[in-house]
Every structure is written in C-alpha cells, then in structure tokens.
C-alpha cells in the first residue's frame, strides 16, 4: 500500500511539473531583453564574433554556442523555435531531477516538488538563457561525484568530469558548486581520496582559456557591482516568491537539522555528502554575491534550491515512506497556485508595443526607449519608419554592452544631445513615442548626478540611471501633451517588461 501511495504521488508530481513547463511554453510568448541578448549573440556572423562578444556577457561560450547550432536553421530562430529549445530543457531539467535523485540512492518525490515544480525553475530555466542548461549539468555532477565518493569506478569519475566541464562552460559560477563537490567527495571518499579531486581540477583547466576575457570584463563590470541590501532583496522576493522563500528557508533549516541532530551512528557515505552540500550550498552563494558585490537576482540561487531539495530528498529516504509522502504532498499543495500563476505570466509585451509602433509612427517621428537596456527586445521586433534612440543614446548594437553605458556616465552633455532630438522632431510636426517601464507623470524628479570618481560603482550607475528616467520624463511632460497607445492589459505580462508606449505631441497654440 505504501509504495502504491508513493508511486502515485510521485506520478501526480511528474505530471505536475511537466505541465508547469508546457504552460510556460505556451504562456511566454516574446523574448524578453535577456533572451533576445543571447538570440542576438547566437546569431552574430561569425565563431570569432562570439567569442569577441563574451567580453560583453556573464556568461562562458557553451551556451551560445549551442544555440548558434539550434539557430542554423532558420525557423529555429523564430520566437516559437527558441520556445521549443527552452521546452527542451525544461524536459531535461525534469529528467535530470528524477535521475540525480537515483543516482544518489532516493525514490524522487521531494525533488520533484521542491526543484522540478519550482516556478522560477521552470521560468528561468526553461528561458532562452543558461540558467537552465547550467543548472541540468550541475545537478548531474553533483549526483555523479557522490558516486565517485562512493567508490564508483574510471567511468564514473570520467562521466563526473565531463558533467563538471560543461557546467562551468555554460555557467561560470558553477566553479563554487563544483569545487564544493569536490571536496565533499575527499571528505566521504572510501578509500583514493585523491581523484575525487579530478572533477574540480579539470572544471578549473576548462576555464584557462577564459583568463583573457574575464579580465576584459573587468572594464564594465564594476558598473553593475555594488553593496547588497539583502533585507530589500528579502523583501522584493517576499512580494513575488513568497511561497519559494517559505520552502527554501524550510528545506534548508530540515537539512542542517537532520545533519546536526544526535544519532548512533554518524552519517556516511552518500547521506553525510548530500547533507554537506545541501547546508554549504545557500551560504556560499550568499557570500559569493556578497563578496562581489553582484546583484542578488532570485535566479542566481536556482542551484542552491536544487541541491537543497536533493539534499533534503536524501534526509527524508531515512525517514518513513509516508512522512515523505506526506512532506511532498504539503509542498504540492502549498505551491500549486502560485506556481500555476507565475509559469502562465507573459514575458514582455514588447512585441506588442513594437507592433502597435509599426502601424502607427511615422518618419518624422522619433521613438525613445527608457531604460536603454530594454534595447535587444525592441531592436528584435520593431520594424517601423521611425528612427529610435536608448536614454542615454548609446551606438547601435544588438547586445547590451554596460562598457557603453559607462563611458555615457563619463561624457555626460547636461542633456544637450537629448533637447536637440526633441525640439528638431518637434520643429517638423513630428510626435514622440515613448517606451517606457513606467508613465513619466509617475516617476519622482530625481537631481543630476555629481560626476564620478575616478572609479565607477554600481551605485553611480543606479544614481545616473534614475536621472536619466526622471530626465526624459520631465522633458516630456514639460513641452507636450501625451496619451496611452498602450498601457499593460488584462493579458498578465512580467513586471520588469510589462511596458507603456505613449505618443507625446506639442499642444496646438491658442
């Protein structure tokens, strides 16, 4: 009776997750600006252009080039295309949960509920991003070097290799995980400790060949690192991820317990590797964020929940079946609606915005799009007659390039440039459209930045990216008249590119 009540559950949970990434797919319609970078990468000319490109990125040469192979074929990188590669690897994702869970000696139930159903497991992963690429190896090596620590034999450590490689090929931060692996593995390794270090030291040789464009990072990246307000970051996750935050802190607080708590005999083996792993995992990524000074996006921990929830899987194999029955029933319940109604949101309406513009601007119109990083999702769909500019005006690319961004906030001109558009489109009959994140009448005035140091902050960045919303609006709104073409609908959209267009035109004079 206890295995059919499990086998049942399990099933109801297999089903769930899989129709939780068929919703996603049907529901995500247009590439928002993050999957329309890597669209444009993947399609850049040349082998050499991607690789000059990933001095411009965050992320290692694995994933774009995979997609430049999917993308060969020409309905391959059209919107559903790309949606079909992203279902993909959201059914890999769920079959990398179900086999890691074996891998390591547990009936998958927890996992599934906890990792394979998460909303923002499915959302990120299965987005045209490596997250969910990243994500598959990872757990794969994790499963893989436990068996390594179990005494697995040359097949196993060469699968654990080869799965650690790739990971940080897609992923250049799954160097923590897999240098945590590795030396989980030494710590419960039976005997030749030694080669459980294989799996970490050839993950660190893949990424030599990265020294020079990591170092070419650096010219930007200071742009985007500053002090991390975590009760803000706790907060905002609270408003949308409620439920996600619930079950991590749950999950991770189970794990440590079960880890810590009296027993007979002291934990062995796989248990003692997955408890460890399971209760390192949340505080490294904190302190890694921490350290770097790297925004702390929901996304970054997605590695963190999935280990949690197989370290918690593997906690919960000692326990009775139907304790584990019952944890992943609670889960189940607890999360449906919310996953339900994440996975369902549209990605952006910027193909409706893009669309609406086609139809409507003319030449002698001009459109503005604020904040300038909503450029790769515009600059995929608009096909109008009217000329478009980012605030501030950065060249033309189809990759979002924070080098340029930085030198703007060097050769601030007091918006000069800016006033000059606007009153040349004016001058001509012209109209101004508007993209924006938000109505210019709601937006707070926010004073002009004092000039940087010689050092540039994330925290300048924020300063000057504020001005330069608050600029344009206050621009607007103090020389024309404008009204909503479009304003975000009934059909639910993610807020980050829920956008307005508004059409601004000088008042007629009296």
Same mark, same amino acid.
């Given at each position: ?173 799954? @160097? ?6 590795? *030396?989980? +593995? &030494?710590?419960?390794?039976?005997? /030749?400790?030694? %080669? =459980? !270090? ?95 000074? @790297? ?6 921990? *997605?590695? +963190? &929940?999935?280990?949690?929830?197989? /370290?918690?899987? %593997? =906690? !919960? ?112 009959? /012209? ?80």
């Amino acid at each position: 009776m206890r295995l059919t009540a499990r086998t049942s559950v399990s099933g109801i949970l297999l089903v769930w997750a899989l129709g939780l990434h068929a919703a996603f797919f049907v529901s995500a319609g247009a590439l928002w600006r993050d999957e329309a970078n890597s669209a444009a990468q993947a399609s850049l000319p040349s082998w050499s252009g991607i690789w000059q490109s990933l001095a411009h990125d965050s992320f290692p040469a694995g994933y774009a080039a995979l997609l430049r192979l999917w993308c060969a074929h020409p309905w391959n990188a059209s919107d559903t295309g790309l949606r079909v590669f992203g279902l993909a690897t959201g059914m890999l994702l769920v079959a990398t949960f179900w086999g890691a869970a074996r891998l390591l000696g547990c009936r998958p139930l927890v996992v599934l509920a906890l990792a394979a159903a998460d909303p923002l497991v499915v959302t990120e992963g299965d987005s045209i991003r490596p997250h969910g690429l990243g994500l598959a190896c990872l757990v794969w090596t994790f499963a893989l070097c436990g068996r390594v620590a179990e005494g697995g034999g040359l097949a196993w450590l060469a699968a654990a290799a080869a799965a650690a490689v790739l990971s940080v090929l897609i992923v250049y931060t799954s @160097a923590l995980y897999v240098a945590l692996f590795s *030396l989980a +593995a &030494v710590l419960v390794a039976r005997g /030749g400790r030694a %080669r =459980a !270090l294989v799996p970490g030291a050839a993950a660190a040789l893949s990424l030599v060949p990265y020294a020079r464009v990591l170092a070419r990072m650096r010219e930007w990246a200071d742009v985007v690192h500053y002090r991390v307000d975590w009760l803000s970051f706790l907060r905002g996750v609270a408003t949308e991820h409620a439920m996600d935050l619930v079950l991590v802190a749950a999950a991770w607080t189970g794990v440590v317990a079960w880890g810590l708590r009296p027993r007979r005999a002291p934990l062995r083996g796989l248990s003692l590797y997955s408890a460890v792993v399971a209760a390192l995992a949340l505080p490294i990524q904190v302190a890694f964020l921490e350290a770097a000074g @790297a925004p702390p996006f929901p996304r970054y921990f *997605l590695p +963190a &929940v999935a280990l949690l929830a197989l /370290g918690s899987e %593997r =906690a !919960l194999e000692e326990r009775s079946a139907r304790l584990r029955t019952a944890a992943a029933l609670v889960i189940l319940l607890a999360s449906a609606w919310p996953a339900w109604s994440w996975v369902r949101l549209r990605r952006t309406n910027v193909d409706q915005v893009a669309r609406a513009l086609g139809g409507r601007a003319q030449p002698a119109d001009l459109v503005v799009v604020s904040p300038w990083f909503l450029h790769p999702s515009f600059q995929r769909y608009y096909r109008g007659p009217a000329p478009w500019i980012t605030i501030p005006e950065l060249p033309r690319d189809p990759m979002t390039r924070y080098l340029w961004v930085k030198r703007a906030m060097r050769e601030d001109d007091s918006g000069e440039r800016l006033r000059e558009h606007l009153e040349s489109v004016l001058a001509r009959g /012209g109209s101004l459209w508007y993209v924006s994140q938000r109505l210019p009448e709601t937006m707070p005035a926010v004073p002009r930045p004092t000039p940087p140091g010689a050092v540039l902050r994330g925290e300048d960045y924020a300063r000057f990216r504020a001005f330069w919303e608050s600029d344009i609006g206050a621009r607007l709104l103090a020389c024309c008249r404008f009204e909503v073409t479009i304003a975000p609908g009934p059909e639910p959209a993610w807020r980050e590119e829920s956008l307005f267009l508004t059409r601004w035109e000088r008042p007629p004079k009296r």
